[in-house]
């Protein structure tokens, strides 16, 4: 079992609509980051967080470390938003563990 | 500021030969990172390092070497490739521990 889950591994939403993504993971962790990755393959961080909720603009992220659970909420959802969905650990030390990612597609 | 530049951005390699996947950060990050990315898998931590002269490996570390001489350069040596190296690679860096880490566009690496 990794130690990182995401699900659902595909999403496939229209515009417009709510999207949730989710995190769970088995170890103790110091923070959690969510990824964006493009299309052409880029990689981008969207958020860092060890408690509560972060926003940035149409994106919400939530962590609950006593269940050891993150979500990803995109608002409004727009075809642009189209890209895989990492979610990494940071037990401690220096290193990440990612999740496998969520392909998210939004169609117009 | 370029962020995190690697170069090539494809190369074709024939089983046995050897190359240096280059990566350069202009942000004076301490930490640095390679990671590699199999079709629909998570990335992989090949090595890191937490400055400069300081290197360890990640998780898959076989078939692969690093060094780190100066702060912003971490190059990737590939020596005798297999197919099995055949990926994407990814250098990443941060400014300390609990920072977000900034990217790289990717290395598409075939290996025949």
């Known amino acids: 079992k990794n130690e990182v889950e995401q699900s659902p591994q595909n999403l496939t939403a229209q515009e417009g609509e709510f999207i949730t993504i989710n995190c769970s993971y088995s170890v103790g962790i110091s923070a959690l980051h969510w990824l964006q990755q493009h299309p052409g393959g880029g990689i981008v961080s969207l958020f860092m967080l060890s408690s509560g909720k972060k926003k940035h603009g149409r994106l919400i992220a939530t962590i609950n470390i006593q269940e050891k659970h993150s979500s990803l909420h995109i608002t409004a959802s727009h075809p642009r938003d189209s890209a895989v969905y990492i979610c990494a650990v940071h037990p401690s030390g220096s290193r990440l563990t990612f999740g496998e990612g969520t392909q998210l597609t939004v169609n117009p | 500021n370029a962020g995190v530049t690697q170069t090539p951005k494809f190369r074709i390699l024939k089983i046995g030969q050897s190359m240096t996947l280059q990566c350069t950060q202009d942000?004076?990050?301490?930490?640095m990172y390679w990671y590699r990315q199999d079709p629909g898998m998570g990335l992989k931590l090949i090595y890191y390092s937490v400055g400069a002269g300081i290197t360890d490996k990640g998780e898959v570390p076989n078939g692969y070497n690093v060094s780190r001489s100066t702060t912003e350069d971490f190059p990737l040596r590939l020596e005798l490739a297999a197919p099995s190296q055949t990926s994407v690679y990814f250098c990443a860096s941060k400014t300390g521990l609990y920072y977000e880490q900034y990217f790289g566009p990717g290395t598409r690496l075939t290996v025949t």
């Open positions: 942000m004076n990050h301490n930490y």
